[in-house]
């Protein structure tokens, strides 16, 4: 099992800058596969970004290219993304999630590929 938990959503104004944090415990031996998603109020969860093997593979959504950033601190266990120049459309709830399979760049985005989710943190971002 791995256990997610997210931390750094806040209320900011356009052209602000946030950085989430995703705590990753339990059996978190070997590379994982570990995304951001985000579920803006009415819409479907949307992939925001996936790292593995810390960065040698990295995939973002067309949306947030240039303006996010996934990293992670393996000795922290540790997922981060830094948000930059935000907008009201980035407005979502974050979620951290995980996965042990392969990802391509089709299928990372995928939802239900992801056996492991955190419980989310709340981005507001008004004009």
């Known amino acids: 099992q791995v256990r997610l938990v997210e931390s750094g959503g806040d209320s900011v104004q356009t052209g602000g800058s946030l950085r989430l944090s995703c705590a990753a415990s339990g059996y978190i031996s070997g590379n994982l596969w570990m995304a951001w998603f985000r579920q803006a109020p009415g819409k479907e969860r949307e992939g925001v970004a996936v790292?593995?093997?810390?960065?040698?593979?990295?995939y973002y959504a067309d949306s947030v290219k240039g303006r996010f950033t996934i990293a992670q601190d393996n000795a922290k266990n540790t997922l981060y993304l830094q948000m930059n120049s935000l907008k009201p459309e980035d407005t979502a709830m974050y979620y951290c999630a995980a996965d042990w399979r392969p990802k391509s760049g089709y299928t990372w985005s995928v939802e239900n590929a992801y056996p492991y989710w955190g419980q989310g943190t709340q981005v507001t971002v008004s004009s």
């Open positions: 790292i593995y093997n810390s960065g040698h593979i990295t």
